[in-house]
C-alpha cells in the first residue's frame, strides 16, 4: 500500500508564511508527478501547484509568484513554500501523487489533507 503524509498546515495572519510537506511511502516503484490541490468550503477541489520528476512546475495563476513548490525525489516528499498568505488562500490542502507501483501501472494517489487558515 501507498500512503501520503502531509503536515505544516495551521493558522496564519494575512502576508504570513507556510510551509507545507508530504512525504510518500509504501510500495513505490516510481514517481511520476507530485502535487498540491487545495478544497475550500463550498467549492470544487482545485490545483495549486504540480512538479514532475524532472523538476518541471505548474502553478495556478492565483499563487504564482507567492507559493514555490518542490520535492527530493531520494526522499519521495514534496513541499509547498506559501508566502503573502491571503485570507482567499484559507483550504484544506491535499498532497497528491501520480506514480507507480511497478513496471506497468500508474496510479493517484491522496493525502488526507492539512487545514490552512488565513485570517485577515
Known amino acids: 500500500q501507498v500512503q501520503l503524509v502531509e503536515s505544516g498546515g495551521g493558522l496564519v495572519q494575512a502576508g504570513g508564511s507556510l510551509r507545507l510537506s508530504c512525504r510518500a511511502s509504501?510500495?513505490?516503484?516510481?514517481?511520476?508527478?507530485m502535487g498540491w490541490y487545495r478544497q475550500a468550503p463550498g467549492k470544487q477541489r482545485e490545483l495549486v501547484a504540480a512538479i514532475t520528476s524532472g523538476g518541471s512546475t505548474n502553478y495556478a495563476d492565483s499563487v504564482k509568484g507567492r507559493f514555490t513548490i518542490s520535492r527530493d525525489n531520494a526522499k519521495n516528499m514534496v513541499y509547498l513554500q506559501m508566502n503573502s498568505l491571503k485570507p482567499e488562500d484559507t483550504a484544506v490542502y491535499y498532497c497528491?501523487?501520480?506514480?507507480?507501483?511497478?513496471?506497468?501501472?500508474?496510479?493517484?494517489?491522496w493525502g488526507q489533507g492539512t487545514q490552512v487558515t488565513v485570517s485577515s
Open positions: 509504501g510500495r513505490i516503484f516510481s514517481i511520476d508527478a
Open positions: 497528491n501523487a501520480y506514480l507507480r507501483t511497478n513496471l506497468y501501472n500508474s496510479y493517484d494517489y
